[in-house]
């Protein structure tokens, strides 16, 4: 089993920055790689981020140059952020954990990212 938490989401100007956090405890060790998904009223969940064991990384065409996945090993701990927030970019955002051989999802709570104009 695998929790994951999020936090850090809010309400946010358009042109703002957010930093999304999301902290992994239980068996992490079998966590394969880590990404962020969002979720708008009406949409299914799609991809944002994600970043693997071995630190490589990929991104959404939409938030490219915008948004940052990171992680930091030792607070077993990974992180989005995004600056230049769009109104398009308002969502539940998820963390999720792909896990063991067969790559099994894990799934936080959600965060909800608000942008403003």
């Known amino acids: 089993q695998v929790q994951l938490v999020e936090s850090g989401g809010g309400l946010v100007q358009a042109g703002g920055s957010l930093r999304l956090s999301c902290a992994a405890s239980?068996?992490?060790?079998?966590?394969?790689?880590m990404g962020w998904y969002r979720q708008a009223p009406g949409k299914q969940r799609e991809l944002v981020a994600a970043?693997?064991?071995?630190?490589?990384?990929n991104y959404a065409d939409s938030v490219k140059g915008r948004f940052t996945i990171s992680r930091d090993n030792a607070k077993n701990t990974v992180y989005l952020q995004m600056n230049s927030l769009k109104p398009e970019d308002p969502a539940v955002y998820y963390c999720?954990?792909?896990?063991?051989?067969?790559?099994?999802?894990?799934w936080g709570q959600g965060t909800q990212v608000t942008v403003s104009s």
């Open positions: 999720n954990a792909d896990w063991g051989v067969d790559e099994y999802d894990y």
């Open positions: 970043i693997t064991s071995g630190g490589s990384t």
């Open positions: 239980g068996s992490i060790f079998g966590i394969n790689a």
